[in-house]
C-alpha cells in the first residue's frame, strides 16, 4: 500500500514571496502519477501539476513547480509570487500508473497555505 | 463543456435517515470514482464505477453505503440509516477511457448528520 505524508499541517507566507510545501511517500512501485492539488475554500478540488515518474524533469506550470526527488520519495511544491488567490489547502498525492489499482489516488492530510498580504 | 456536476451540495439529514448523492460525469468521461473527506482529512477513495458495472468498491463501508453509475443518468452513492459519523464532504470525479492519470473531481457534496 502507498502512504502519502505531508509534514506541514500549515504555513503562510508574504504576498509575492515563494513558499515550498514538503510532500513524502512511500511506495514499492516504479510508474506511478505524483499530484498537487489545491481545495480552496469553495472546496473544489482543482488540479494545480502532475510529474510523471518515470520523467526525470520537473514539471512546472506557470508559478508552480515541483522538485521532484525520485530516490528520496520527495515531491515539494514551490509556488512563486505568491497571490492571495493561493490561500487554500493543498493535497499530495500518488497513483499508480499501471497494473491494478491504477486508478486510485491515495491523498497526504493536507497542508493549509496562508497568503498575507 | 460542463465539469463534473453535483447535488445536492449541501445535505442536512437527520439520524436514521437516507442520503443520496449523485453526480453526472463530464461529457465523454465513462469512469467515476467516489472520495470521501472527513473533517481535517485528504480525501479517501470509496468506489469506482462504469456504467452498470462496480469495478472497485474496496473503499465503501460493507454496511449501509451503495453506489451506481446505471446505462443512463447520474452515478448514485447511497447512504441508508445515516449516522454522525458519516458527515463528510463526498466527492465524485470522472475520468475517460484509458486516463493518463487524471481525475476531474465536481466541487463535492457536504452531508451534515445532526
Known amino acids: 500500500a502507498q502512504t502519502v505524508t505531508q509534514s506541514q499541517p500549515e504555513m503562510s507566507v508574504q504576498e509575492a514571496e515563494t513558499v515550498t510545501l514538503s510532500c513524502t511517500y512511500d511506495t514499492s512501485e516504479n510508474n506511478y502519477y505524483l499530484f498537487w492539488y489545491k481545495q480552496p475554500p469553495s472546496r473544489q478540488m482543482i488540479l494545480v501539476i502532475r510529474?510523471?515518474?518515470?520523467?526525470?524533469q520537473n514539471a512546472t506550470e506557470n508559478r508552480f513547480s515541483v522538485n521532484f526527488q525520485k530516490a528520496a520519495k520527495s515531491f515539494s511544491l514551490k509556488i512563486s509570487d505568491s497571490q492571495l488567490g493561493d490561500t487554500a489547502m493543498y493535497f499530495c498525492a500518488f497513483m499508480k500508473s499501471s497494473g491494478g489499482s491504477n486508478y486510485k489516488l491515495t491523498f497526504g492530510k493536507g497542508t493549509l497555505l496562508t497568503v498575507n498580504p | 463543456n460542463a465539469g463534473v456536476m453535483q447535488n445536492p451540495r449541501h445535505l442536512v439529514r437527520r439520524r436514521g435517515q437516507e442520503a443520496r448523492l449523485r453526480c453526472s460525469p463530464m461529457k465523454g468521461h465513462s469512469h467515476v470514482y467516489w472520495y470521501r473527506q472527513l473533517p481535517e482529512e485528504g480525501l479517501k477513495f470509496m468506489v469506482y464505477l462504469q456504467k452498470e458495472n462496480i469495478i472497485d468498491e474496496s473503499g465503501m463501508p460493507k454496511e449501509r453505503f451503495s453506489a451506481e453509475f446505471p446505462k443512463e443518468g447520474p452515478s448514485i452513492l447511497r447512504i441508508q440509516q445515516v449516522v454522525r459519523g458519516d458527515s463528510a464532504a463526498y466527492f465524485c470525479?470522472?475520468?475517460?477511457?484509458?486516463?493518463?492519470?487524471?481525475?476531474?473531481f465536481g466541487e463535492g457534496s457536504r452531508l451534515t448528520v445532526l
Open positions: 510529474q510523471e515518474a518515470y520523467k526525470q
Open positions: 470525479a470522472s475520468s475517460p477511457q484509458g486516463h493518463t492519470g487524471e481525475l476531474f
